[in-house]
């Protein structure tokens, strides 16, 4: 498995600088065609990795500007709080909507959702997103190995030296659910066993 250190470093969004170069105060025909102008950029450079995890709120909207408060916080597992949302996030040519979860004030949990209404092709989706993990991360450690039952809820696990990262596809007839959480490995000490 690939070690923390030897991943692509994190390129931030073009989105402030497009900002910036088109003035705020534009009347709102002007932000439309700047939007437009920075989206392409925009849309490529998103990325959301492990090294998100423990930066505070602050420091995230630094990185990723087009994130958007949530009205009501997200209850994650464990006491995490989603406090922060970004709409359309790249992962392996799938669009995924991003919450980040809180605990003791920085990112403790990163959970990447896609839902389609394309049930039928949430096999070639799941497929597509093990692909992408498995060339950032290596070799994952699967629930699913033998025949694909369509409807089976199938599921990937990676874990690095201080984060772990999981996939699921959840079983549905009607729809394509499919969902990514990252979160830093707990370190125990042996009193913690």
């Not at 007839?173 to 830093?184: G, K, M, R, Y």
Request: one cysteine or more; a positive charge; proline letters at 5%.
């Amino acid at each position: 498995m690939s070690s923390h250190n030897s991943l692509p470093p994190l390129t931030p969004f073009a989105g402030p600088a497009c900002v910036r170069r088109y003035g705020v105060g534009l009347a709102l025909s002007a932000l439309f065609a700047a939007a437009l102008v920075c989206a392409l950029p925009l849309r490529a450079e998103t990325l959301v990795t492990e090294r998100l995890l423990g930066l505070s709120e602050q420091e995230l909207l630094g990185v990723l500007p087009n994130a958007t408060r949530n009205q009501k916080p997200a209850i994650g597992p464990r006491g995490v709080r989603g406090l922060w949302t970004l709409a359309d996030a790249d992962l392996g040519g799938l669009h995924f909507e991003v919450t980040f979860y809180f605990k003791n004030k920085v990112v403790g949990r990163i959970e990447e959702r896609r839902r389609t209404r394309d049930a039928n092709h949430c096999n070639a989706a799941y497929a597509m997103l093990l692909g992408s993990l498995t060339g950032r991360y290596g070799a994952a450690v699967q629930s699913d190995d033998g025949a694909v039952i369509e409807g089976q809820s199938r599921s990937a696990a990676w874990a690095a030296d201080t984060f772990k990262v999981a996939a699921y596809r959840m079983p549905s007839t009607s729809q394509c659910d499919l969902l990514v959480a990252i979160e830093p490995l707990a370190a125990r000490d042996a009193s913690e066993l």
